[in-house]
């Protein structure tokens, strides 16, 4: 079925597939976004075998060859302008977390954001910093009109990211998500074009 917009999309197609997948620098000296490769593998797999990521991702890569055919995946969400999957990586190339734009939509100029680091980085505001950079690529670079992102409400850690990335607290979406333990709130959190 063809659906006809009253209004033009927001971005284009072609914003992102029309050039390869950036690497975006971290303001604060030493980290970048970049894409996934094949190499660090075992440093994203080793990311849950930690209690505490598993306790806010219930989708879980078991092995390196499930891992490669998660990054074979983060491409083609590139190329069909679906996604965005980035390493938050220090200069050396060392593995510290993950950042992805996921539930693109062109025509709303939306996107969702999603992260975890790795329990070495935490507390050192990487994945504030991450988010920020990331945000300010797409809002700013892209045209992106609308960030989003959700977080159980008892994930106080991603609900100070958030804040600290500029997000804003937009609400609670009631029993919105299924975790290991139950079903739990969700927060709303969303940053704008032209929100400082």
């Not at 930690?50 to 074979?72: I, K, L, M």
């Not at 690529?137 to 989003?148: C, K, N, P, Q, S």
């Not at 804003?168 to 998500?177: F, I, Q, V, W």
């Not at 290991?180 to 959190?189: E, K, T, V």
Request: net charge negative; charged share 25%.
């Amino acid at each position: 079925m063809t659906r006809t917009l009253s209004t033009p999309p927001t971005l284009a197609s072609g914003c992102l597939a029309g050039g390869p997948q950036p690497v975006i620098p971290v303001a604060g000296g030493g980290l970048l976004l970049r894409p996934w490769e094949r190499a660090d593998a075992a440093a994203f797999l080793s990311a849950y075998e930690d209690e505490e990521t598993c306790r806010w991702h219930t989708h879980r890569p078991s092995t390196v060859a499930q891992v490669e055919e998660w990054f074979d995946g983060y491409r083609q969400d590139w190329e069909r302008e679906r996604g965005c999957h980035w390493a938050v990586a220090r200069d050396s190339g060392e593995v510290l977390g993950r950042m992805a734009l996921r539930r693109v939509d062109f025509e709303d100029g939306a996107a969702n954001a999603a992260y975890w680091v790795l329990p070495t980085a935490r507390g050192a505001g990487v994945a504030s910093r991450a988010l920020a950079a990331v945000s300010a690529w797409a809002l700013d670079d892209i045209g992106f009109h609308r960030l989003e992102l959700d977080h159980s409400t008892r994930n106080d850690a991603s609900c100070k990211v958030a804040t600290r990335a500029g997000y804003l607290l937009e609400g609670t979406k009631r029993s919105a998500a299924v975790h290991d333990d139950g079903r739990h709130d969700m927060h709303l959190h969303a940053r704008v074009r032209g929100d400082r």
